[in-house]
């Protein structure tokens, strides 16, 4: 054993194959894996024999094991790997017991070091190899396409997933061991510590390793590593070893943040918490920029580490912040989430030591500053620190307005995952205010103003004593000693005359004390020393004028003088007196100090009510902007924005309410996270208020929603019925809320007008989820809601209508279903009630009548048998009363002047409100009476037919069962005229309907064909029905007569548009343009060459208008009822209007046209040509604007070139200076691609002559600056590079040219275009600018064709002219009928069957 070789660990296995040179151990032969078995078995033996001593003789074994590891059998490789466990476990036993022995030979002391070189170099290496092996089969596993391997990496990984922990056990207990003995007491060989953790760090490489049923293995490799750190030196070594893990695989970084803390807290290493820091710290920052990979490994270590030990990470936090000025934005974060971590754990409350506040405020100061970092990761990593301080309460109050006021600064970023987190903050702001739970600016306001007053008053009184309260009497003295020492002095020099004979020292110590003490007081302090030297004379040996014997005199008289001003005199004779002195001047000290602590908190509570002022209206602030974000297009903004609101709506602050309903139209969002946002935020909101009992929810509930349904839109009211019905379907609305509702609404329960009108809103809302709330309630909603009260207020009859309207099936399900509509007889009290409510009102004055009529004429065509009757006798009564009232004032015409409020033609006169009843009913029946026969009588007929046809087919089968068809053609055939015979069945139904309504409804005996000449009369004379609303009543009467027959409305169409362009009435031609838009889905090809005045109304004056416009516009073009022409810029216009409200729409208009392909990338270069146009009136900054949201619709690639090269083509056609620099504006909003770069190229002469204008150079500029930035390819530098010269040679010789030209020469510039003094039609006087010649109905395309090619002389137009300056009407005048010649010819080829489906559900509203 003495002559045994050493064994020295090698580097790499292949080394102990070769001779390292004398008396150093090697491999004398690699066993082939046939032998290995036997081999092993003769190892085991030998191990039994001479135990761990052995392996000196078997090494080769295990050794030719290892080398044959990838090709051996599994069997073999689990036999190595068990006797060498039973052989370190036994030589593990074994070396307490001689380690021990002092009196171990050499020779035995290297036996065993060699042994237990080469026990732990073989185990080590099976370690290796099997975890390797483990790891590659693990990939093996997770792909998908190499799942035949997955059972060979259980069978071979089996043993060692069981044995690994015992194993790094039994490692761990070795290295406690005292091993320095077996090298001679020197510290352990570094290569024996670096193979024992050398199997640690490659269980770590595994990136299984973090998973949770790997806990104990990771802890065991923690404890083992531990050890080796502690025992064997392994810090140098560990550090680095650590560092190159975490640069290389990004798993290990919460392995090693979990085991350095626990490292420090356990084993006392925090040094190598900060040699891992500066280690860290150290690299350089140009290294990190480039390796992404590596720097995040770091990153999540710094950030982990210090959310488990931020002490230790604070002592060593200078060695981060260098990584505050990297490119790389993952080590910013991680260095700025170790400071929140500091901060929230370390450097938080009120008792902090100076120092540590100031470390506190620098590390806040630094996470503010990169709230505006330029990585937009950074500035949402921060916002989220932000959040997290915030929500532990570690954020100083002074810092909270500064960071509040960034939140909300934030909320502009162009990044939305920055977006978000701001209101993420801004939500924990407010969970976690100090200030209150109601943060109303309103309600802060009044107590901020009064106490502050108050603090004004406080301090007013506390000024005059300010002085004697606040300096001292010491202080004083100090502050008089200089002049007092100087008057001393001057007692020892010559004395005026006169001036002992006026001081004479008082017979007593007390009288001479309070002279000497008012003499000082009164500044008079040369008397003082004298009168003070003289009594030192006469009272020598009594206090104060006791002399302590010292040879200064003037020392001596200071000192008394001191005692007398300060009151620190011993005593007098007199031993009361000072006790009183004292005592009085502490209760003066006491209420000094009691106003001056009654001061202070009063400051106090004025800087609170003024920070919580502050926050409230940078919290108001936050609403505006955060409400204009629920339409945006990213989800996630969205959803931060409505759960913010909810947040918001808990603390009181009334904008809140504004965002709850604006976020109510997002319940129709496609996007499920949207809407169920939606519904969790009025859940969160209304569902779960905090009453106890069932009763108290319920008015809490009701109440809620009640206040939200006050002055509501009716899209408001829509949305809010589609959440309450999602509601009540999943039964979330509990039976107490509909039991309070019906209390209200049948008076039970006391309460005002409009909750009770709330109440029946909500039960209709309701009774959309379940109609049976409704059915079963019928006759209580009839009796309670149509009752002699109704005539009171006609808006609670309404809404009952309304509510008993859901009960009406819904036509298009009934298609396909075999069971008749749910309608009610025609002698049901609903309708008699309905009848008589009507007929009732129509005679008295009511605001309200007219909407409550509208919805019961509705009602009563969805509801009632015969409907078409029961409206005929209504309209025959109310005509009865406007008869019989005519009659009244023709027989009082005698006696009375004509009433201000009576409309007269010559004949009679009626007051106008009847007028305007009567006007409003006539069109409501007739829109109804239309809406009826299109859409419930199509049905009905379709269904029947149906029913029909299924009864037929029934028993054509059973007949034909006995005789089986011969040919099975035949029966195709027949399939076949079965659906021809269907589709002519509808045609047929169609005609039917259809003649009907052009034939029947306004002959002359029908009711409406009475009222029709009326109706004409007030449109044709506004000047003589000069009033508002029945104007706009009439105007909306005739556009839904037109709705019934073609003829009619051919025949009045020029009238109609005339009055939606001369009207002086907003509200007539708001209601024109929805009765036009309404007729160009009934009757396209009639209204499609008028397309033209309804684009003019997009700039009419009135913004309301424009605004309706603009909503009619965006829906015919949207379903392809107008061809989308050049005047589509009139749409684009709108979004420059001053009205936030229409610029919506048209942003709304654009965003639903991109959906459609590619429609707005083929209107971009017409939309630019026109609103380019000097005569368009757009403003050149207007028109960026516009271009800017436009372009961003073009997202494509191939979009982006073509319109580069068109764009470049235009500047050929561009004939101002203007269209040349709107040209290369468009251009410059386009991201260029390299394609995009090379039609630049290829185009160059189209522009090359433009370059010399400034806008226009540096447009192009703007390009290449663009393209730079997006990362230019090598082989496109070049080209960019070119192109950027030949730009620059382009402007320079147009700039050269152009002072040439100033200097005399006769070169020809581009002529700016002259600007015409043009103004808006918006900004127009009301008079039309047209003429009468420009309302004669506009030809079709093709009748313009062939009258061009005729080249026929114009012939006179007719013109139409109001009657309204003509005191005397003939009534030829007043029809307005057109000549033959006039009428358009209808060419626009529309299906008739798209004209049925779109008028399934006609629309007209009037605009009041």
Known sequence: MAAAPEFHLPLAPADLLRDGGPGRYMVKEVLPARELPPALAAFRAAVRARGALAVLQHFDCVYSVLHHFRTVGVAVKEDALELMVHVMSHHSNELPSILRDSGLSHADRAAHLNALKMNCYLLTGLMDAFEMETCKNSCLEADPGRKNRKNHAKTSGSLWEEEREPLLHLLTQLLQLDLRQLWGGLAVEEEFVSLMTGSCYRILENPSIGLQRYRVTREAVTHLLAVALVHCDHMFSATLKITQMLQHFEHIAPVFSRAVSLWAKEYGLKSLVGELLREIGQKCLQDLAREASGVRGYATFISELAEQIPALVLSNMSVLLPHLDGENYMMRNAVLAAMAEVLVQVLNGDQLEEAARGTRDKFLDILQAHVCDVHSFVRSRVLQLFTHIVQCKALPLTQFQSVVSLAVGRLQDKSVIVVKNAIQLLAAFLSNNPFSSKLSCADLDEPLKKEVQKLKEMRDRSRPTAVTSVVAPEEEWEAMLPEVRAATEQLFQPLQEGEEEVLEVEETVEKTVEQITGLLKKLNYKSAARLTQKALCRFQGKEPFICPGEENEEATILDVLKRLYTGSCPGENNEDLPHDNSSDEIEEVVQEEQPQTELVKQEMLVQYLQDAYNFSVKITEALNLISKM????????????????????????????????????????????????????????????????????????????????????????????????????????????????????????????????????????????????????????????????????????????????????????????????????????????????????FAQPSSHWIPFMEAAVTLIYQLAEGAEEICADILH?????????????????????????????????????????????????????????????????????????????????????????????????????????????????????????????????????????????????????????????????????????????????????????????????????????????????????????????????????????????????LKDMVKVKGQVSEMAALLID???????????FFGELANKGNAVYNLLPDIISHLSDANSGIEEESFHTIMRHLFSYITKDKQTESLVEKLCQRFRTARTERQYR??????????????????????????????????????????????????????????????EQKLSASHNRGMDSTETCQDGSQTPMPVSAKRKPIRSSRRQPLSPANTDDDFVTPPSRTLRNHKRAQKRPPRKKAIISFSSDEENNSEDELSAELREEETPTKTTPITRSSARAALREPSATVFN
């Not at 519904?679 to 905090?690: D, E, F, G, K």
């Not at 589609?722 to 609305?733: L, Y």
């Not at 936030?1140 to 942003?1147: F, L, M, Y």
């Open 630 to 841: 629920m339409y945006e297009n990213s989800v996630s903004v969205v959803q931060e924005a409505i759960e913010f609101f909810v947040t918001v709506s808990q603390f009181g602050v009334p904008q809140a309410l504004l965002g709850v309903r604006r976020m109510l139209p997002l319940i129709w969002s496609k996007e499920p996270g949207i809407k169920e946002a939606v519904l969790n935020a009025y859940r969160q909101l209304y569902l779960s208020p905090s009453e106890d009992s069932e009763r108290a929810k319920a008015q809490a509930l009701v109440h809620s929603l009640s206040l939200i349904m006050v002055d509501a839109s009716l899209g408001t009211i829509e949305c809010l019925e589609e959440i309450i019905s999602e509601f009540v379907q999943k039964d979330e609305i509990k039976p107490a809320v509909t039991q309070l509702l019906w209390e209200r609404f049948t008076e039970k329960s006391p309460c005002s007008s409009l909750e009770r009108r709330a109440a029946v809103m909500l039960l209709g809302m309701m009774a959309r989820g379940k109609p049976e709330i409704i059915g079963s309630n019928l006759d209580i909603l009839v009796t309670m809601g149509l009752s002699e009260k109704a005539c009171e207020d006609y808006r609670l009859p309404q809404e009952v209508c309304n509510v008993i309207s859901k009960l009406a099936s819904n036509p298009k399900p009934a298609l396909e279903k075999k069971s008749a509509p749910f309608r009610l007889p025609q002698n049901h009290m609903l309708f008699g009630c309905l009848s008589e409510t009507v007929s009732k009102g």
């Open 1138 to 1148: 001053p009205e936030e409200a229409i610029v919506r729409v048209a942003q709304n």
């Open 877 to 1117: 009564v109310c005509s009865q009363q406007a008869l019989e009232k005519l009659q009244e004032a023709d027989e009082q015409k005698a006696d009375a002047g004509d009433s201000p409020h009576r409309v007269s033609d010559g004949a009679g006169s009626l007051p106008t409100f009847l007028l305007l009843h009567l006007v409003s009913l006539v069109g409501q029946v007739a829109l109804q009476q239309v809406a009826y026969l299109e859409v419930s009588v199509s049905a009905e007929l379709r269904r029947r037919r149906i029913l029909k046809e299924e009864k037929t087919k029934k028993q054509t089968g059973t007949s034909t069962k006995k005789q089986r068809p011969q040919s099975t053609g035949n029966e195709t055939t027949m399939e076949e005229e079965l659906g021809l015979v269907g589709a002519t069945a509808d045609d047929t139904e169609a005609e039917l309907i259809r003649s009907i309504c052009e034939t029947e409804l306004l002959d002359g005996k029908h009711l409406f064909s009475a009222f029709v000449p009326l109706v004409l009369k007030i449109c044709n004379n506004p000047g003589l029905y000069s009033d508002s609303a029945l104007s706009a009543a009439a105007a909306l009467t005739l556009g839904k007569l037109c709705m019934i027959s073609s003829e009619f409305c051919d025949s009045h169409l020029r009238l109609l548009f005339t009055m939606m362009e001369k009207s002086t009435l907003p509200s007539v031609r708001s209601n024109l343009i929805i009765a036009a838009g309404d007729l160009a889905i009934r009757f396209p090809n009639l209204v499609e060459p008028w397309t033209s005045h309804l684009y003019a109304r997009l700039r009419d004056p009135c913004p309301t208008v424009r605004q309706t416009a603009g909503l009619v516009m965006t829906h015919l073009i």
């Open 1222 to 1283: 709107d040209l290369s504006h468009c251009l410059a909003l386009l991201p260029v691609s390299d394609r995009g770069l090379h039609k630049l190229q290829d185009n160059y002469d189209c522009f090359a002559d433009k370059l010399q204008d400034p806008a226009v150079y540096n447009c192009f500029q703007t390009v290449l600056a663009r393209f730079r930035r997006a990362g230019v390819k090598p082989d496109t530098k070049a080209l960019a590079e070119e192109l």
